[in-house]
């Protein structure tokens, strides 16, 4: 009997290959940099599961292109703005994700971003190292204080809630707006919902987004909402790029509007070495590593190896996004 064919997009196994090996015919993209797309179309031919990274994009076109083989979609990612999810279901595809896992982790990569940026250490480190630090200065790269500031978090869904917690053990005043608050999420932390995002924006010192890329998120954070923040304010994102519009970003920073801003994620990604964002000192850039803890990662290798070979496997993957394919399995 055939072992069932599976391409994974980028060589993030270790412990797993060997399972994955024993399970089925294995086909690794073992380049630094991603397939591309037009790559991509040829190497799924025929596979019957496909593990992807953000990075991936798996429309309905790349769904064809794999055939009706294709029984499972893993994504090794909490989030799935990549993968096409009414074609997948469309087509009777399981899609799973990694949920969960990273939380605690890319909160506290988040608060670490939020008092990088709030005491300068960046640019402290960056002023050592250019020989410049001569004596001690009194006004020397002065920050801003953490405990007793506003800290507004946009998005309470499990790593708002974690980064929350981090804020009140801080001292911070907490302070949230998610759209799909309701009565049954609680009150997390001591925090307070307000009634909108503008009410937010006006009141937190530091900002820190923790909402999913949709079409309303898109560039939820434009020169209008710049416009609202106070000129202390720090922004954190650790959630996907497009949610800023980083021209209205850099417009925001340079003109002194807000104070500073700490990314994970940006739009594009990566960005080019010409960038403008980085030619400034008051933005803090890190290459999208909220979830790169050893732990971390192995576990979400583990994760999505288990939810790809449940699929190819013909079971329900433990982490499954489209439940309602269930109806509609070939």
Known sequence: MKKPKVYIT????????????DACDVNIWK???????????????????????????V???????????LKIISNCAVGYDNIDIKAATDRGILVGNTPGILTETTADLAFALLMAAARRLVEGNDHIRAGKWKTFDFNLLRGFDIYGATLGIIGMGRIGKALARRGRGFDMNVIYYDHHDGPEKGNPVEARSCNSIDELLTQADFISIHTPLTSESYHMIDRQAFGMMKERAVLINTARGPIVDSEALYEALSSGSIASAALDVTDPEPLPPDHKLL????CLIVPHIGSATIVTRNQMASMAVENLLAGVGKQIPPHLVNPEVLSRRR
Do not use: C
């Open 31 to 57: 380049q630094d940099t991603p397939p591309t797309y037009h790559l991509l179309m040829e190497k799924v031919a025929g596979i019957h599961g496909l593990l992807s990274l953000l990075t991936d994009r």
């Open 59 to 69: 429309d309905a076109t790349l769904m064809d292109a794999a055939g009706p083989n």
């Open 279 to 282: 030619t400034l000192t008051n």
């Open 10 to 21: 980028r060589n993030i196994f270790m412990e797993q290959e060997a399972a994955l090996s």
